[in-house]
């Protein structure tokens, strides 16, 4: 397996007028994401919106994201869900289909203990040979994952490789790194503080702005790597409008309306999500006429 570093982009899932899964313009997306020097592709992810999806649906998505990446670049899938079983399935499933890491978010509206979610992810990484890697997206669960419990996984489960930190608290970035081991794989899931996240030990980021501008998402990894650290900052400054606008409204809402005005997407998005009003969108076009994506 590749290392898993740089830009890894959390797709989009897009959708067909009937709301049926659009596979012509994920496998189009995809190709667009490898033609700009993305790092990685992961599906299935927050931005892939999960929880509208079958098991049936999100095994397919799977098993094309690996058909069409094709081994070029790593894949990172989401595998996790509040529900164990359905999580060991869809992990499981990644396995079976040669994907090359599992993303499994710390388990949502239950609300675990950290004892809970220790048992939960070592259950998981137990059943499979697949390298993990933890989502603690605590806005979205409810539930932040300590770095303690972090260090207990990465202790006794091995193919628990990193974590993708979506957690406004910067202070737990240098405290799981100190924690888990400064070669421990940390991303960040939060767009305004991928640059940041570089310039403390991270491996690189999994930003919803990829899905926008996979090209310049990726280079601010690549100056970082490089040393060029002026030059990433002018990029980190020069991204943080767009990824502001992004989560004006709950993602992926702004970013799939901003991706159907660049002709990337239909406009389709499934409830309880929605797109945003008419007024919002106003804004998000003139961000995206800043950034002369439209």
């Known amino acids: 397996m590749a290392e898993l570093v740089g830009s890894i982009a959390p797709m989009v899932t897009p959708f067909l007028e009937d709301g049926s899964f659009d596979e012509t313009t994920f496998r189009e997306l995809i190709e667009w994401h490898i033609d700009s020097g993305t790092h990685g592709i992961s599906c299935t992810g927050t931005t892939g919106e999960p929880s509208s999806l079958s098991i049936a649906e999100r095994k397919h998505i799977m098993e094309v994201t690996v058909d069409q990446v094709r081994g070029r670049v790593p894949t990172v899938l989401g595998t996790g869900s509040t529900h164990f079983e359905e999580t060991l399935e869809l992990t499981l499933h990644a396995q079976k289909i040669g994907a090359d890491a599992a993303l499994v978010i ?8 950290q004892e809970g979610l220790y048992q939960h992810f ?3 990484a137990d059943a ?27 202790k006794n489960c091995p193919n628990i490789i990193g974590v993708k930190e979506s957690n406004k608290n910067f202070e737990q970035i240098s405290h799981v790194l100190h924690a ?22 991270g491996k690189g980021h999994i ?4 899905n926008l501008m996979p090209r310049e998402v990726s280079e601010l990894y690549n100056l970082c790597a490089a040393g060029k650290w002026d030059a990433a900052r002018d990029l980190h400054f020069q991204l943080l409008e767009i990824n502001q606008a992004l989560f004006w409204e709950t993602n992926p809402g702004p970013l799939k309306a901003c991706m159907a ?10 409830k309880p999500l929605v797109l945003p009003d008419d007024e919002m969108q106003d804004k998000l076009r003139n961000v995206l006429q800043k950034y002369s994506l439209i």
């Open 106 to 113: 710390v388990p949502y509206y239950s609300k675990p203990s």
């Open 122 to 124: 070592c259950s998981v």
């Open 128 to 154: 499979v040979d697949i390298p993990i890697v933890i989502y603690n997206i605590p806005g979205r669960t409810g539930v932040n994952m300590e770095p303690t419990t972090m260090a207990r996984l990465r």
């Open 180 to 201: 888990c081991g400064r070669d421990f794989n940390v991303y960040s899931g939060i767009e305004e503080l991928c640059y940041p996240m570089l310039a403390l030990g």
């Open 207 to 210: 930003s919803a702005t990829a």
């Open 261 to 270: 005005m660049m002709g990337k997407i239909r406009p389709v998005i499934r």
